[in-house]
């Protein structure tokens, strides 16, 4: 609910790709009116958002240095079978599209610093696609990441202490390898 006709359209069999452009031509625009910094650019999202986090660190690095995900979806065939089978199909009928979709086959992408939060307890996104994708992480041998659990935590959070470390560690994220880079920068 909420997504309209020409969004469903636009990501059938392409989850992530027209999304994640969009996230680029956010960025360039606002390079170009408002003076931002294109080599220290920063992004995070919960839920869908926390999958675009992914696809955005995994499939433009040359754009995002940094990201949060919270609660992401990391392997579509992992997820709720009938709003992904309207997007991607099934599966077995199309293998490609999952494939192509899901962040957990690009992590080979990662070059910036990333945090994973994630409730042990969701019931919607389980926190099974976050353990699959730190150990897709470690096989990889990446660095700069980490995997932030949170043991009383659903989808939805509703402990003030959990809100509270999550987005301190976002902000901590942030000024360590966006702020504290540019002005290390000459």
């Keep these: 609910e909420g997504y309209g006709r020409d969004w469903r359209t636009a990501i059938y069999r392409r989850i992530g790709e027209p999304e994640l452009q969009d996230l680029i031509d956010g960025v360039d625009w606002l390079v170009a009116h408002h003076q931002g910094d294109a080599g220290n650019v920063g ?34 065939t992992q997820y709720n079978h009938g709003y992904t089978a309207n997007i991607l199909n099934t599966p077995d009928i199309d293998a490609d599209s999952y494939r192509r979709g899901s962040p957990i086959f690009h992590a080979e992408g990662l070059r910036g610093h990333l945090l994973i939060a994630h409730g042990m307890m969701d019931d919607n996104v389980f926190f099974q696609d976050s353990v699959r994708l730190a150990q897709r992480l470690i096989e990889l041998k990446k660095e700069n990441w980490e995997l932030a659990s949170y043991p009383l935590e659903r989808h939805g959070y509703v402990q003030a202490d959990a809100w509270l470390d999550q987005y301190r560690r976002i902000f901590t994220l942030f000024e360590r390898t966006l702020r504290e880079d540019a002005a290390a920068q000459p």
């Design 43 to 76: 992004v995070y999202g919960g839920s869908y958002g926390g999958f675009m986090s992914l696809v955005a660190m995994f499939n433009a690095p040359q754009v995002f240095h940094a990201g949060a995900a919270l609660r992401p979806v990391t392997d579509w």
